[in-house]
Structure formats: structure tokens, C-alpha cells
């Protein structure tokens, strides 16, 4: 089995910053992606930030105050937020696209439990 642990959310005035870890354990040959996802109330779940093997993508609401980075070594991936703003606020979700077999090319998606960020005005 494969879990993801995500720490470092909180509560933060606007313009502050904040840094989630995420890090997948259990039957892990390696990670294809990883990246952030979030959802605020009333609002369907969208990506915040993903990194594979070759490039990175943002939503544009966070470009230039968002970075997504990774540990392969330790299976981790960090996004780095600065400048926060009240609409970031919402549950932040991990997601990992792996493999569990160096047997097998097959990948599977991995989500989460979700860590609150709230920023205040």
C-alpha cells in the first residue's frame, strides 16, 4: 500500500508564506509526478502545481508566487507559497502518479488526506 503524508498547512496572514511537504511511502519503485491540487468551498477541486520527471506546471493564479519542488530521494514533494492571499484559502491535496514494481510499467494515482490552508486579510 502506498500513503501520503502532507504536513505544513495552516493559518497565515495575507502576504505571508507557507511550505506543504508531502512525502509517499510503502511500495514505491518510483514517481512520475507529483504535484498539488485544492479545493475551497463551494469550488470544484483544481491543480495548484504539478512536477514530472521534465517540467512543471502552475495555475496562473499562483505563478510567480508558488514553487513546487521535489526530493526523489526521499520521495517528497514541497510547495513553497509566498505572498498568500485569502482566496488561496481552501484544503490542499497531494497527488502522486507512480510505480510500485520495477516488473511492471503500469502507474497509479495516489491522493492525500488534505491539509487546511487559511489566510486571513
Known amino acids: 500500500q502506498v500513503q501520503l503524508v502532507e504536513s505544513g498547512g495552516g493559518l497565515v496572514q495575507a502576504g505571508g508564506s507557507l511550505r506543504l511537504s508531502c512525502a509517499a511511502s510503502g511500495m514505491i519503485f518510483g514517481i512520475n509526478a507529483m504535484g498539488w491540487y485544492r479545493q475551497a468551498p463551494g469550488m470544484q477541486r483544481e491543480l495548484v502545481a504539478r512536477?514530472?520527471?521534465?517540467?512543471?506546471n502552475y495555475a496562473d493564479s499562483v505563478k510567480g508566487r508558488f514553487t513546487i519542488s521535489r526530493d526523489n530521494a526521499k520521495n517528497t514533494v514541497y510547495l513553497q507559497m509566498n505572498s498568500l492571499k485569502p482566496e488561496d484559502t481552501a484544503v490542499y491535496y497531494c497527488n502522486a502518479d507512480l510505480r510500485r514494481s520495477p516488473l511492471s510499467p503500469q502507474s497509479y494515482n495516489y491522493w492525500g488526506q488534505g491539509t487546511q490552508v487559511t489566510v486571513s486579510s
Open positions: 512536477i514530472t520527471t521534465d517540467s512543471t
